[in-house]
């Protein structure tokens, strides 16, 4: 290390009122035109860290101790307004969520603009002119137009690559990104990266990654810190730091990744499945917007068909908008059927009265995505997890509650407490013991570890496979994360846009990836592989492309096409 | 544009009919009638009769509901059972009074409240913002009439320094028009500072703990412009229809303070007409009011996008 | 402490000059607490209405301060037909505003206009018949100056109900109506003419220099009328404090209607007069003699001997009156003391007076408004000496219509209310008196009394009148169909310089012979 | 709790309120003097040893009836806020949850109501069915309904995208059943502010409709139509302008600061300093 641009001795942050530190004593040094990762699990302090930089400290955040030097100059002895000059000119910032990290009031001109105004003195016309360079150079579609134009005009993708031109724009030294791709969906988050670290090359900028993200980590930096609960656990280039972790935390980290876990494909099911879906069509009515006329109603879901075997597995990926989670909630009635037919154990729902349909669905439960969001705040758990009970005694339905939480490892200490005393993955557990103790033959589990972190998601994946080895019942199992995906599924469908791209047992579709999105999806994902008695970084390679002809866009149609053993892609009709 | 404002428009309407039926009704039910009260204690039934036939009290409801209904798409609102005069130009007259008060005072008191609440926002929790909020919560505890009325004490009573009651049209005599309006105005200010800087100020904490902020000041920017600049035009943007709706609803709603005042203001003339039974006048101010109420929250509506261009036409 | 405050606070009001400054030379200014309700004269009308037209409009007769009748337009009245045929001689030479000369036809026309049953005039049902008055037969007119009324019967009160201030038989030019027979403005003959009308803020009396005005004395409405100003200004000055403000500071020259309690604040600046002046109206508890409760005598004397009239009256009227507890006006000379003549006040005799009548704590509503303070006033006081009575008693403030309203029908139990100024104490006694179920207003149903009233209705002799209202008055006392508490005052006040004002006991002040001194 | 009373604005609005729980109590209990009893021969009478706080027109001692009214005034804002709470949350939830046409319905009819002055439709309604407690109450209840209404039906719309709610439909239960476990429940931390809040509007409102003459009648004393009252003596006896409105401002100085507080402690995005 030559000259450090940045560097953090000591760093303790706390809050006002309490004796406790966020952040507790971190030193760190980079130097100029070097990218660091800062990894960690919520509440590992790494946010605070990435804005103590800049002295932008959320309200009750007290710097406790420590100096960070930049460039020699201790920020923390700065007056404001020297430091001002630091902030943007020096260092540039971005920020997680592209939603709000953008002034929806004022256009893009103007928020790109006012950093070159204030720190370079330009006029209009420079000013414009360097916007447009930086945008066109963040592969902005008619950089110039986009400049008149409001944040709430472009998606989130666009958003983040906006913000990350701005903060480039004044060619600082140090870019600082707080979780710049969390928000997006894997493909746009790799074509920000991707942009981002060029930039940061090109303009000789370091850059400061903070994320949970350990595969990004080990693509994008040279160097890593690992945080946990404010404690700096270790810290050092990727390789070995990251890639062969002597540190347990960081292993630990490591071995929670999902990932393939032996090879297990479940058996070829001749017994008639439990759940058949047949042309499955679901529209949303489209919001009211003249006093009469109700617009038509905007479709989702393009007439899906599935079946599923009992104690199977079957995970629905995609990325947002592609309509998983809606297949999900209309198998649950939760979600307006439009059109085609579900049947569970043969029996068709249409046909049933209500009642019947109340007592099937029972069979039927759903693990939902937010665990805070998913239990009533009010209730304690015993009634939570015994709501659905119906007909039973006051014992038995304490016999059962208990069974349940035992089953999910929770012990007696947990019936009687609120939701909000409970940690992230205790309330997953309670929101799968809720679901378990119906005794239902199908758990629909709609991305129940993508709020979590990642050792946590790992302990929870491994409940729910064990739930399954003991009670035999079926998942269709919702979410984004293909490692997750890969970990848990026998059987995979890739969902765009409503409709069904490409399905096919698990390794089949892993290994043999057909469909040009799934491809892509696949590309996209930075995974850390196990790699002997180490680790190895980087992307799936993916097999040469099968030569299949019309093999198209999603939008114009098509039809599933078998390959082989069950796998189908969408192509062309022949 | 035009399409949305047109639609827009023709939301209200609904509104506006279920207002009519209301105000309609409402009148209908109300014991007492108005011929008693114009013919006094020195009529016979067979007068009364007749003079109840002639103003159409006699009709069945719906009827007169239709009739007046028809009337007042043409624009007439009728004329004044007691007075004779035209209800339409009778309350404009009165709004007008109205009008001068609610928008001195709130004129005045956004130019206070706006800059208090973002002073108070931006310190929060420091002394400033608790000097600040601690007297705004005292201002909006302090009912306006009772201002209104330690103000009389004070300035007419006490010092005689004001004229404390009545009220001289500006058009007639501008300066003493003015004197007029001091103590109306004034007792008006408090409370609606109160109200209004808290609201700016609540906003303000919400649109201060936003990334963009954060993100406006990691471009290096002062305090100054992070606060108008970007701060500003979107913490305003729900006050400003919140503004809207304090308006729409003291234009109506400063009864209290046209009492203490006794100024010629259409919230009295709505109190006095209910007071005489005058089912014209009562119908055509609560009417009055809740239209005015509803275009005011028309034309904030139509405003917001100027502030927040995610609200789209 | 108040005093102090109120008239260093007076003075300054006064000196810092930010009240209303006076008006031109010439102009009286007169504060009224409230806009008129039309120029209609008997139409749509309140005691403001009433005092502004009574400058502008005369009829055949007019009223004298001793409630006597005097002929005003007619030179003189001649009765024929045992007091069923009114003959009137007009003056001649008589001008209206619009400049015509006062012609027979014109009374004609005045009264086909009055009696046309659109125009809702308030005082028709006494002349055609469907009421309890007479039924006017015809009216001619032999000659341009000769007008003939004939009447069905014999009424002892013809006249003064055609010279009642409330709703005169106004005589009109015809021009005071358009073509199409739309109300214009009065077009009259008093000694001011109607001027610039702003509503809610002023009305403006002119000058009529083509009055010809009578040489009897002037007394009431009736005699000469002089106008010594060129314009009269009816300020809208609804609030009482403003007006006093405005009075002192000059900006007023005359408020013709204070609460008693302003009167007495104003008192005491030198540069103002306070006129107190006691009135015909006369302000009750009504009793709704066929409520099961008060049916009884008993607990109607009970109520009686309940309530201080003194109490009251001073609350009400700061002391500036005794009790009256008789219809006949304390100012009319027919009060004498039989009319002193009621239950005293003394709650140990109401409690025994219940127990004798053995009233079990039935609930007794007083219904009361807030429109009139006094009303109010009285209400609250009643309301407390009832409980303290030992009544169940309970205080019911409506708005004015409703209470209205309520005596129209009879709904109520106790009512605090008021009856205006009538002219003849028969007139009042006539309101009284009546089968409920023919009536609901009467209150008081009896066929001695109904018998009594004839005789004063249809006689001419006066003593034989005061003797029936004497024995009315006896007879009341011990029936007690309603408690008389006071007859109202009116206080005004004027600046020191306006002389020649004066009110009389109709209430209606005039304003010619009204002048202003030394400005 | 002891939290909740650790902040200066929530002890401060703590004491204030409790003045005037204690007045209503004492106004309850017993006073110096009979409230209602007139004394016209000691009326208009400065404050004194005798008359702590002066008596009024009629005479009757103005301290007994502040405390009167304070129970007077008491009663009606909670029961106001009891009324409007009620229907509103009744209208609100269920408008909320079912949506659809009876949303559309419920959602004009309140902005219907909203685009009056709630003081004038106060007003208007107790023209109509007469000046009583119960019809302030009722009037002012219903003026307030809409906005219960609303937050109600917001909260309502917000909780039915929370995944307990869905949990709870996937557990096979049906929409009341739905609605009075979960969702009323859930509405009750912004029904709590919110009622905080029109308990002290209510109260305002009461006293200005007392002081227009038209809210709960005589002879019972209230703040507001005890100034009126005074008003109308504001130059010989000022005393009784300046009592009763002291009271009004100290009893919503202490509602408006408990809200604040209360707002602070239970809405937990400005609870997050």
Partial sequence: MTRSLLSIEDLRIGFAGSERLAVKGIDLAMAPGERLGVVGESGSGKTLLARAILGLLPPGAQRRAGRILFDGQDLTDLSPATLRHVRGRRIGMVFQEPMVSLNPALTIGRQLGEGLIL????????????????????????????????????????????????????????????????????????????????????????????????????????????????????????????????????????????????????????????????????????????????????????????????????????????????????????????????????????????????????????????????????????????????????????????????????????????????????????????????????????????ALDVTVQAQILSLLKDLQRRHGFSYLFISHHLGVVEQVADRVMVLYRGHVVEEGARDDLFDRPTHPYTRRLMAAVPEILPDGDGFRAGHRPLPAPVPLPGLTPVEQGGVLTLLQGGHRVRCAAP | MGAYLLRRCLMTLPTLLIVAVIVFLLMRLVPGDPVSVMVGDMADPATIAAITRNLGLDQPLPVQFLHWLGNILTGDFGTSITTGEAVLPAMLHRLGVTAQIVLISMTLAMLIAVPAGMLAAWRQNKGTDMVITGLLVLFISVPSFWVGLLLILLFGVELGWLPTVGYVAITDDPLRGLLYLILPCASLVLVEMGVVARMMRSGMIDVLRLDYITHARAKGLAEGPVLWRHAFPNAFAPTLTFIGLLLGSLLGGAVVIETVFTLPGLGRFLVDAIEARDYPVIQGCLLLVAMIRILVNLAVDLAYPLLDPRVQL | MSRGWTRGAWALAALAGMVPVAAASGTLTVALNADIRSTEPGVNRDTNSDMVLAQVVEGLVATRADLSVAPMLADRVDMADEGRTYIFHLRDGVRFHDGRVLRAGDVRWSWDHWMDPARNWTCRSFYDGTGRGVKVLSVDTPDDLTVRFTLDRPSAVFLAQMASTQCPLAILSPSSVGADGHWIAPIGTGPFRLGEWRRGQYVMLDRFDGYSTRSDEASGLAGAKQALVGQVKFLIVPDVTTSQTALLSGGVDIIPALPAAAGQDLKRFSGVRVHEQELLSWTVLLLQSDDPVLSDVRIRRAVAHAIDRDGIAMVATNRLVTPNPSAVPRVAPQHGPAHDEWPTYDPEKARALLREAGYAGQRIVVQTNRRFPNMFDNAVLIHAYLRDAGFNADLAVLDWASQLSNYQKGRYQLSSFSYSARFDPALTYDALIGDRAKRATAQWYSAQAAALLDRANRSADEVERQAAFDALHHQMAADVPIIGLYNGVAVAATRANVTGFHNWAANLPVLWGVAKEGE | MTRFLSRPNAALGLIFFSFMLLAAAWGLLATPYDPLRPDVWARLQAPSALHWLGTDGFGRDVFSRLLVAAWVSAGVSMATVALSVTLGTAIGAVAGYLGGRVDDGVTVLMDALMSFPAILLALGILAAIGPSPGGVVLALGLAYTPSVVRVVRGSVLSLKEREFIDAARVLGHGPLRTLLTHVIPNCLTPLTVLATAMFGNALLSESALSFLGAGVPPPAPTWGGMLAEGRQHVQAAPWLCIFPGLAISMALLGINLLGDALRDLLDPRMNKL
């Fill in chain 1, 119 to 450: 720190h370079e003195g330009l006029s209009a016309a420079e000013v414009r002119r360097r916007s447009v360079e930086m945008l066109d150079a963040f592969r902005m579609v008619d950089a110039a137009n986009c400049l008149d134009k409001y944040p709430h005009e472009f998606s989130g993708g666009m958003r983040q690559r906006i913000m990350i031109a701005s903060a480039l724009l004044l060619r600082p030294a140090l870019l600082i990104a707080d979780e710049p791709t969390t928000a997006l969906d894997v493909i746009v988050q790799k074509q920000v990266l991707d942009l981002t670290l060029a930039a940061c090359r090109d303009l000789g900028t370091a850059l400061l990654l903070i994320t949970h993200d350990l595969g990004v980590v080990a693509d994008c930096c040279e160097r890593v810190l690992v945080m946990r609960h404010g404690d700096p656990v270790t810290q050092g280039p990727v390789d070995p730091v990251l890639l062969r972790p002597s540190d347990p935390y960081t292993r630990q980290l490591l071995h929670s990744l999902p990932r393939r876990q032996g090879v297990e494909t479940a058996p070829a099911a001749p017994a008639p499945p439990l759940l058949s879906i047949k042309d499955l069509r679901v529209a949303y009515p489209a919001r009211r917007r003249g006093l009469f006329r109700r617009p038509p109603a905007r479709p989702v879901l393009h007439g899906i068909d599935l079946s599923l075997a009992r104690g199977e597995t079957l995970a629905l990926v995609g990325e947002s908008g592609s309509g998983k989670t809606t297949l999900g909630r209309a198998l649950l009635g939760l979600a307006p059927v439009a059109g085609g037919r579900v049947s569970l154990d043969g029996q068709d729902i249409a046909t049933l009265s209500a009642p019947e349909r109340r007592a099937l669905a029972r069979r039927v439960q759903m693990v939902f995505q937010d665990p805070f969001s998913s239990l009533d705040p009010r209730w304690r758990i015993a009634r939570i997890v015994g709501e659905g009970l119906t007909g039973v005694t006051a014992a038995e339905r304490a016999t059962r509650v208990a069974a349940a939480l035992s089953d999910v490892g929770l012990g007696d200490g947990f019936a009687d407490r609120f939701p909000h005393e409970l940690s992230g993955g205790q309330r997953q557990r309670v929101a799968i013991a809720r679901a378990i103790i119906m005794k239902p033959d199908l758990i629909v589990a709609d991305e129940p570890v993508s």
